[in-house]
Nanobody, 122 residues
Framework: QVQLVESGGGLVQAGGSLRLSCAAS????????MGWFRQAPGKEREVVAA????????YYADSVKGRFTISRDNAKNTVYLQMNALKPEDTAVYYC???????????????WGQGTQVTVSA
């Protein structure tokens, strides 16, 4: 069983930056692909970014390419999401997730965090 705890959310003005962190506990963190998802009010949850267990490959949704960066530190059992040039449409609850496959749209994650709110004001 893997437990995920997100932190780093908050309120920021448009154009600003935030860094989300997701601390994992449990066995074999380094063997899991990790991802960040978000869900805005009235919308479905969507994958924002994903990273393989080794960090060698990453995926980004078109809406965040060039602005967000996902990374991981397996020694610290932590995955990060650096968010730059934030826009009001980035406002959502952001969730950390872990799973056996990097392709989360094909195989959903096995574990989820509780979520952290990100609000971007215009």
């Amino acid at each position: 069983q893997v437990q995920l705890v997100e932190s780093g959310g908050g309120l920021v003005q448009a154009g600003g930056s935030l860094r989300l962190s997701c601390a994992a506990s449990g066995p074999s963190f380094s063997s899991y692909a990790m991802g960040w998802f978000r869900q805005a009010p009235g919308k479905e949850r969507e994958v924002v970014a994903a990273i393989t267990w080794s960090g060698s490959s990453t995926y980004y949704a078109d809406s965040v390419k060039g602005r967000f960066t996902i990374s991981r530190d397996n020694a610290k059992n932590t995955v990060y999401l650096q968010m730059n040039a934030l826009k009001p449409e980035d406002t959502a609850v952001y969730y950390c997730a872990a799973g056996g496959s990097f392709h989360f749209t094909i195989r959903p994650p096995d574990y989820w965090g509780q979520g952290t709110q990100v609000t971007v004001s215009a």
